[in-house]
């Protein structure tokens, strides 16, 4: 059982280029994030879906995409390439519907350390 | 909006030593309340969780009561061990929808021999 794998896990991109980040769950979870990690703020939302063919805004959306084309995929998008887009990219999913429980326990990836020189 | 507040760190402790983290939080209703884990070079891991008012959650001889009155869910263990060495992160899960977490800034704890 793989639960959350993100790729790729380290990639350097020039300012302008552009890049999709990929996360795979294969827990039948209905909702998926990602989350951005940068030193002393925590983990911030960018953008999550609540289910196949969803998706909304987190806190930080800006220069960011995202799709959810299948119920186990959630790309994340780069389209121009920011140095403030330096930072540690986390995909994490949650609630298996018929579990009873609303509110359970998000599964994270290892996480994709993106560099913008 | 949701918010959460937790300590700052580094946390510097001796193996065997009490480790309390502190963590409030802001939110309406009655979130879901969480700790996590993270290991140097890996992902989130939960550690422990509460659902509601007065719940203890534990894990790993770590412990955490969620306190509505005080709305605090401060992080305890009695005896840390080397292997206790992580960031540690609180968060809640509202009744927005989505589940989506809203994090505390993190901890750091670093566990000497």
């Known amino acids: 059982n793989a639960g959350v794998t993100q790729t790729p896990k380290f990639r350097v991109l020039k300012t302008g280029q552009s890049m999709t980040l990929l996360c795979a769950q294969d827990m039948n979870h209905e909702y998926m994030y990602w989350y951005r990690q940068d030193p002393g703020m925590g983990l911030r939302l960018i953008h999550y879906s609540v289910g196949e063919g969803t998706t909304a805004k987190g806190e930080v959306p800006d220069g960011y995409n995202v799709s959810r084309l299948k119920k186990q995929n959630f790309l994340l998008g780069l389209e121009s390439a920011a140095p403030s887009q330096t930072s540690v990219y986390f995909c994490?999913?949650?609630?298996?519907?018929?579990?009873?429980?609303?509110?359970?326990?998000?599964?994270f990836g290892q996480g994709t350390r993106l560099t913008v020189v | 909006g949701d918010s959460v507040t937790q300590m700052e760190g580094p946390v510097t402790l001796s193996e065997e030593a009490f480790l309390t983290i502190n963590c409030t939080y802001t939110?309406?209703?009655?979130?879901?309340l969480f700790w996590y884990v993270q290991y140097p070079g890996e992902g989130l891991q939960l550690l422990l969780k509460?659902?509601?008012?007065?719940d203890k959650g534990s894990n790993k001889g770590f412990e955490a009561t969620y306190r509505k009155e005080t709305t605090s869910f401060h992080l305890e263990k009695g005896s840390v061990q080397v292997s206790d060495s992580a960031v540690y992160f609180c968060a809640l899960s509202g009744k927005a929808a989505g589940n989506k977490l809203t994090f505390g800034g993190g901890t750091r704890v670093l566990v000497k021999p």
């Open positions: 509460a659902t509601k008012a007065d």
């Open positions: 939110a309406t209703g009655y979130p879901s």
């Open positions: 994490a999913s949650s609630y298996s519907p018929g579990t009873g429980d609303q509110r359970s326990e998000a599964f």
